[in-house]
C-alpha cells in the first residue's frame, strides 16, 4: 500500500549534467512537496504545489524546477548539479494544505550523489 | 523570528527506559504541531499531530504533550525498544496556510 513513492532510490549524477527525480501518490492529494535534506540537518523545502499552482520558496536556487504534469506525478529538476546539491531530496504530499491540521506523508527519498 | 528548537541534539539510552525529547517554538500564528520519526536514509512518518486544543496525544509507546501557552511541546517514549533509534523532528505550522518549520531533530540512540 505504498502512498508516496520515489524514484530512484538512489541517484548517481555527474558534475554539471541534469538529473530528474519523481515522486508520484496514490492518495490524491491536492498538495505535492520537495523537501531537500543533508546530512544531519532539517528537511529545507525548495518548493510545493497547490494543485497546479506552482509555490516557490524564496531562498530556491534557480538551478531547482519542478514539474507537475498530473495530479499524481511530481518532478524535481536539477539542471547543473553542483557538489553541493548532493543531498536526500524528499517528496510529501498532503490534502489541502490550509487549516489548522493537515498531515504531510513523506516518501522514502531519493539520495542523490554528485560525481 | 520564527524559529524551532529541539532539544537535545542527540540522546543515548537503554534498551527498555523512557525519555523525553522537547521541542520549543515562536511562531505565529500557530496551526499545528507534529513529530515524525525519520529512521536514517528513509523519509519522515508522523508520529503525532496536534491543534492549539490539544494538549496531548499518544501513538502507542509514544505520547506527546503541547503547552500552547508556554509554545513548548515534548515527545515521551516509554519501554524503549532498540527499533526506537532514529532521529525525531517537530515540525510547527503556521499562518494557517503552507507555512513550516521543521526542527533540527534529536537524534536518539537505543542501546541494548
Known amino acids: 500500500d505504498a502512498m508516496v513513492i520515489q524514484n530512484p532510490r538512489y541517484q548517481v549524477t555527474q558534475f554539471g549534467k541534469p538529473v530528474t527525480l519523481s515522486c508520484s501518490q496514490t492518495?490524491?492529494?491536492?498538495?505535492m512537496y520537495w523537501y531537500q535534506q543533508k546530512s544531519s540537518q532539517a528537511p529545507k523545502l525548495l518548493f510545493h504545489?497547490?494543485?497546479?499552482?506552482?509555490?516557490n520558496e524564496a531562498d530556491t536556487p534557480d538551478n531547482f524546477q519542478s514539474r507537475r504534469p498530473n495530479t499524481s506525478f511530481c518532478f524535481l529538476d536539477i539542471r547543473s548539479p553542483g557538489l553541493g546539491d548532493a543531498a536526500m531530496y524528499l517528496c510529501?504530499?498532503?490534502?489541502?494544505?490550509?487549516?489548522?491540521?493537515?498531515?504531510?506523508?513523506f516518501g522514502p527519498g531519493t539520495r542523490l550523489t554528485v560525481l | 523570528k520564527n524559529q524551532v528548537e529541539q532539544s537535545p541534539q542527540s540522546l543515548i539510552i537503554l534498551e527498555g527506559k523512557n525519555c523525553t525529547l522537547q521541542?520549543?517554538?515562536?511562531?505565529?500564528?500557530?496551526?499545528?504541531l507534529r513529530w515524525y520519526k525519520q529512521d536514517t536514509g528513509r523519509g519522515p512518518v508522523s508520529l503525532t499531530i496536534?491543534?492549539?486544543?490539544?494538549n496531548t496525544k499518544s501513538n502507542g509507546r509514544y505520547t506527546a504533550t503541547l503547552d500552547a501557552d508556554t509554545k513548548q511541546s515534548s515527545l515521551h517514549i516509554t519501554a524503549s525498544q532498540l527499533s526506537d533509534s532514529a532521529s525525531y523532528i517537530c515540525?510547527?505550522?503556521f499562518g494557517g496556510g503552507f507555512k513550516t518549520i521543521f526542527g533540527a531533530g534529536t537524534r536518539l540512540f537505543v542501546k541494548a
Open positions: 510529501a504530499t498532503s490534502r489541502d494544505g490550509r487549516g489548522g491540521i493537515d498531515e504531510q506523508f
Open positions: 492518495l490524491n492529494h491536492n498538495v
Open positions: 504545489y497547490y494543485d497546479k499552482d506552482f509555490n
Open positions: 521541542c520549543n517554538y515562536t511562531v505565529s500564528p500557530f496551526s499545528n
Open positions: 496536534m491543534t492549539f486544543s490539544e
Open positions: 515540525v510547527v505550522s
